[in-house]
Nanobody, 124 residues
């Protein structure tokens, strides 16, 4: 079993930056592929970014490509999502997710473990 806890959300003005963290416990973090998803009110949860267990591979949703960066520190059992040039449409609850896998995972159904979410609000 893997426990995931997000932090770092908050209120920021458009054009600003935030860094989300996802702390993992309960298993060997370096065996877990990680992803970030978000869910805005009234919308389905959508893929944001994913990273392989080694950190050598990443993939992004088109809507965040060039603005967001996913990374991980396996020594600290933590994944990150650096969000720059934030827009009001980035407002959502952000979730980290994990699964024991050697490949990138981009859909909600592929992940076994989820955090509780952290709110990101971008004001215009």
């Amino acid at each position: 079993q893997v426990q995931l806890v997000e932090s770092g959300g908050g209120l920021v003005q458009a054009g600003g930056s935030l860094r989300l963290s996802c702390a993992a416990s309960g298993s060997t973090f370096s065996s877990i592929a990680m992803g970030w998803f978000r869910q805005a009110p009234g919308k389905e949860r959508e893929f944001v970014a994913a990273i392989t267990r080694s950190g050598g591979g990443t993939v992004y949703a088109d809507s965040v490509k060039g603005r967001f960066t996913i990374s991980r520190d396996n020594a600290k059992n933590t994944a990150y999502l650096q969000m720059n040039s934030l827009k009001p449409e980035d407002t959502a609850v952000y979730y980290c997710a994990g699964r024991r896998s050697i490949v990138l995972l981009t859909t909600t159904g592929q992940y076994d473990y989820w955090g509780q979410g952290t709110q990101v609000t971008v004001s215009s």
